[in-house]
């Protein structure tokens, strides 16, 4: 079953100060198209710049997850993250007019709220996952985390922190299913140890903190006369350690509350990958080093099989682009049209279809006693699936024509004859730059790769 992407309905804005910066100002979720994705932009700067909510511009997560692009920063973001993959928005323009999302209470709480009130539009667009097909591990001894991801149906997430010291020892949390996050991880606040909220306190690195900001576990023995400083600090009339080993600042939404906030963390860091996953994942003591880190490697050890489809392909879905469709963006024409239908493309990958008849022109004098089909035609097919892809990504195909440049690696590793079907399985290996895109694509019949290499295509426009 497919599902479609969603943004929100109308504008939306959400305003506070930023924890560690202590700016005030708002930020506020703009609607915006299918695979928009979600963007942040700087109303506050000059050309009011845009970054991408992903894994490659992460920066800094000494204090929480920073992004950043051609010398634009934002930190914190990885609480109004989870807020958007909790509620399964997928793509959003959020304006930000201050270097740091507002802090609010150290939850996704508000943040779910806004969204919620603002209303979610579905859009017609099928959202595209990150499928786990097999387990992914990452462990640092010297850092004390691990974390792992093993294939699921669904995106499951366990935690486990541990911090040896009595107030906050071992804590498990647990989510199931996404639909249960605004209840059950949404409210999860951010806590802090004394010790390490004195040491920001006295490096200026919580400007715009209160007590209301986070959970404060006291894990030694506090004098009434360092209780009276922090609640001059917070400006609050009287300060305490209660039976649980907190502050009196607040109460605890859950005993494992933590936990659940850890959680939460992963979520936002994890929706850096841009894309859902299908996985289930188990972290100690993750952090945002941690889960960033882990993003990462995901990203590296999924690409093949998120983009380089392999079989079984569906090849009775209905097409993307079929033949009429398909003349309409490639310039050529049979007997040179070497291509049927398009079944499956995104931003990063493409599978054409090629149905391969005893009537194709070039078994005439290839062989024909024993008809096989050329390699280079081979070569040309994906190619021209490649074309397809290239001109996919401009607003006007009919106006541009993509020439091939270089092809590399190129191998035959089995016959194609009368009566085969070949797909074409088509990835970017890096971003389209200057007009110049790469790619790297394996042809199937059947289960068994026939042809397979790396390609590099020009996009011009037409004299």
């Known amino acids: 079953m497919t599902e479609n992407q969603c943004t929100i309905k109308k504008v939306v804005r959400v305003e506070g100060t930023g924890l560690h910066t202590g700016q005030q100002g708002s930020i506020t979720f703009n609607p915006a198209p299918a695979n928009h994705g979600i963007k942040f932009r700087r109303t506050d700067l000059d050309g009011q710049p845009v970054i991408d909510a992903n894994i490659d511009y992460v920066v800094d997560t000494s204090r929480g997850t920073t992004i950043g692009q051609n010398g634009t920063r934002i930190y914190t973001i990885e609480h109004v993250l989870a807020a958007t993959m909790g509620l399964g928005v997928d793509n959003l323009m959020i304006d930000l007019d201050m270097d740091e999302i507002p802090i609010r209470d150290g939850s996704s709480r508000f943040f779910v709220e806004a969204l919620e009130s603002a209303g979610i539009a579905q859009q017609n667009a099928v959202r595209e996952y990150i499928e786990i097909k097999q387990p992914i591990h990452l462990i640092n001894d010297e850092k004390g985390f691990e974390l792992l991801i093993e294939p699921a149906e669904t995106f499951k997430v366990d935690v486990k922190i541990d911090y040896g010291t ?38 200026n690195l919580i400007r715009g903190g209160d007590l209301s900001n986070a959970i404060v576990f006291v894990n030694r023995k506090v004098s009434q006369e360092e209780l009276d400083r922090l609640a001059d600090l917070f400006r609050k009339p009287k300060v305490k350690v209660k039976d649980e080993g907190i502050l009196n600042n607040l109460d605890l939404h859950f005993p494992n509350e933590p936990a659940r906030h850890k959680l939460l963390d992963v979520i936002g860091d994890l929706s850096l990958l841009g894309k859902r996953i299908k996985g289930h994942v188990k972290a100690y003591r993750p952090g945002h080093f941690a889960n960033t880190e882990f993003a990462k490697l995901i ?165």
Do not use: W
């Open 166 to 203: 009595q107030v906050l020892n071992i804590q498990y949390a647990s989510l199931s299913d996404l639909s249960l996050f605004k209840d059950e991880i949404a409210p999860c606040r951010t806590f802090v140890f004394l010790h390490e909220l004195e040491f920001l306190l006295k490096n």
């Open 299 to 463: 990203k590296e050890q999924t690409k093949k099989q998120i983009m380089l489809r392999e079989p079984p392909f569906d090849l009775n879905k209905p097409p993307v682009y079929d033949i009429i469709q398909i003349r309409k963006i490639l310039p050529h024409r049979p007997p040179f049209l070497l291509i049927d239908k398009i079944i499956e493309i995104s931003e990063e990958h493409i599978i054409g279809v090629k149905n391969v008849t005893m009537n194709e022109h070039f078994f005439v004098g290839h062989f024909p006693e024993e008809p096989v089909m050329p390699g280079v035609l081979q070569i040309e097919a994906m190619a021209q699936t490649g074309g397809i892809f290239v001109l996919h990504s401009v607003p006007d195909p009919e106006n541009y024509i993509t020439y091939f440049l270089k092809i590399e690696e190129a191998k035959f590793r089995n016959k194609v004859v009368p009566g085969d079907t070949i797909v074409f399985s088509l990835e970017l290996t890096s971003p389209i730059r200057r007009g110049i895109c790469n790619m790297r694509g394996i042809a199937y019949v059947g289960d068994k790769i026939v042809t397979e290499g790396k390609l590099m295509a020009q996009i011009a426009r037409k004299h």
